[in-house]
Antibody
């Protein structure tokens, strides 16, 4: 069974940093692109970042470019999201998603940016 | 970035109704479109990929159509568990972009 489990969400002050993780199991992680998608409270889905299967190619939404970094460790079957210079508008549930067609999602982890 | 629009933004329907939601891309995305269902407090559930292909385990009352810029998700006979919000996603060009969503309720 494919499973994606996010962790690392927390309450953080504006300007702070946070690292999210997404542990994958039930599929050959190294063969799939991955992505982070977020959802602010009461809002729709926002695509945030993507990464190719090998990690060589990364893609960013303009809203997070220069502040967020996506990476992966294929030896640990884990996807990461490093978030720096956090803003109130980054408050959201962050989901990781599998593949180009987003065929599996994690349960999400909540990030709250507030003083 | 490619902009995605959906219509309607919400609709009221009854069990057994046939429901169609449309999604439009700001430029040609071929058939690089996916649909998702989301219920409150839950992660999105994948329904359709490549515009018309059913994800594994999705009931056959769901179908997708379209190519280029205009797409549709149809629920053939609405069931109680289908009341939810539906989103489209273009995965043709990065940055990928979601539509704003369509809420289906009573």
């Amino acid at each position: 069974e494919v499973q994606l489990v996010e962790s690392g969400g927390d309450l953080v002050q504006p300007g702070g940093s946070l690292r999210l993780s997404c542990a994958a199991s039930g599929f050959t992680f190294r063969n799939y692109a991955m992505a982070w998608v977020r959802q602010a409270p009461g809002k729709g889905l926002e695509w945030v970042l993507g990464i190719g299967a090998t990690g060589d190619n990364t893609y960013y939404a303009d809203s997070v470019k220069g502040r967020f970094t996506i990476s992966r460790d294929n030896s640990k079957d884990t996807l990461y999201l490093q978030m720096n210079s956090l803003r109130a508008e980054d408050t959201a549930v962050y989901y990781c998603a599998k593949g180009t067609y987003y065929s599996a999602w994690g349960q999400g982890t909540m990030v709250t940016v507030s003083s | 970035a490619i902009q995605m629009t959906q219509s309607p933004s919400s609709l009221s329907a009854a069990v057994g109704d046939r429901v169609t939601i449309t999604c439009r891309a700001s430029q040609d995305i071929r058939n690089d479109l996916a649909w998702f269902q989301q219920k409150p407090g839950k992660a999105p559930k994948p329904l359709i990929y490549a515009a018309s292909n059913l994800q594994s385990g999705v009931p056959s009352r769901f179908s997708g159509s379209g190519s280029g810029t205009d797409f549709a998700l149809t629920i053939g006979s609405l069931q109680p568990e289908d009341f939810a919000t539906y989103f489209c996603l273009q995965n043709h060009n990065y940055p990928f972009t979601f539509g704003p969503g369509t809420k289906v309720d009573f």
